[in-house]
């Protein structure tokens, strides 16, 4: 089985092809800071000329699907849509918080993943290693560090641990963590602030073999929150 993974949720984003059974094929980053309208389908193309493929050659599409960036995940989401219908081939929706967590496989300590949401916020979730995969402590929210902090302080399975900060979330906000938090606050180096395309396949696949499928039709960004021009228009 093959999967084409894309992630646009953040300005670190990129595409990798991943075989379930080979493992990674290939995995390009991008750092974008304006918008992946421009370079994202000519990555694509990169990625299936240097892997040998073709897009007929793809048997499961996999998106991060959110929360981030809500003008990179209408792109990826539109991309992959349009792949689905053209060749046929289904698509897996992969949460972006928790691709995040997977950084940090089998680790006994709770992961806090968070993203700037802007406004002063984070996107954040709250994961635990259990057997196979990670499980939620925490559901995804956009919520204000202090406010996070001292939910994880009062969560009965998580109060007495340590725990595990990652995203760039916590570049921005590591003093306020460092502070609220003490020395029960572990942070991740910074080659892991950011999740991967790589990880976005390797759930993807595991979501196809569990048959985990979204329908192109119904499914959308997961946003958290609406955006600046839904309020405005209120």
């Not at 974008?32 to 994202?40: D, G, P, Q």
């Not at 499961?60 to 809500?70: D, E, M, N, T």
């Not at 349009?82 to 997977?102: D, K, M, N, Q």
């Not at 700037?116 to 954040?124: C, M, N, T």
Request: hydrophobic share 40%; with cysteine.
């Amino acid at each position: 089985m093959k999967v084409l993974a894309i992630d646009t949720s953040t300005m670190f984003g990129g595409v990798a092809i991943m075989d379930d059974l080979s493992g990674l094929i290939v995995e390009i980053r991008l750092n974008i800071k304006s918008t992946y309208s421009e370079r994202l389908m000519t990555t694509i193309d990169y990625a299936l000329d240097k892997s040998g493929h073709r897009l007929s050659d793809i048997d499961v599409f996999a998106i991060a699907i959110g929360p981030g960036s809500f003008t990179g995940l209408r792109i990826g989401l539109s991309t992959v849509k349009g792949f689905a219908y053209t060749t046929g081939r289904p698509i897996v929706s992969v949460p972006t918080l928790e691709a995040l967590a997977y950084h940090f496989p089998f680790c006994m300590y709770p992961v806090c993943t968070m993203l700037d949401a802007r406004k002063k916020e984070v996107y954040s979730a709250v994961f635990k290693w259990d057997e196979d995969g990670f499980k939620r402590l925490m559901n995804e929210e956009s919520v204000k560090i202090e406010k996070l902090i001292e939910k994880i302080a009062e969560e009965k399975k998580i109060s007495n641990e340590k725990v595990i900060f990652t995203g760039d979330g916590v570049l921005l906000y590591r003093n306020v963590i460092s502070g609220m938090f003490g020395e029960k606050a572990i942070f991740a180096s910074l080659d892991k602030m950011v999740p991967s395309p790589a990880q976005i396949a390797f759930m993807g696949i595991k979501k196809a073999i569990k048959r985990e499928f979204s329908e192109p039709i119904s499914i959308t960004p997961f946003y958290i929150r609406r955006s600046e021009a839904e309020l405005k228009s209120d």
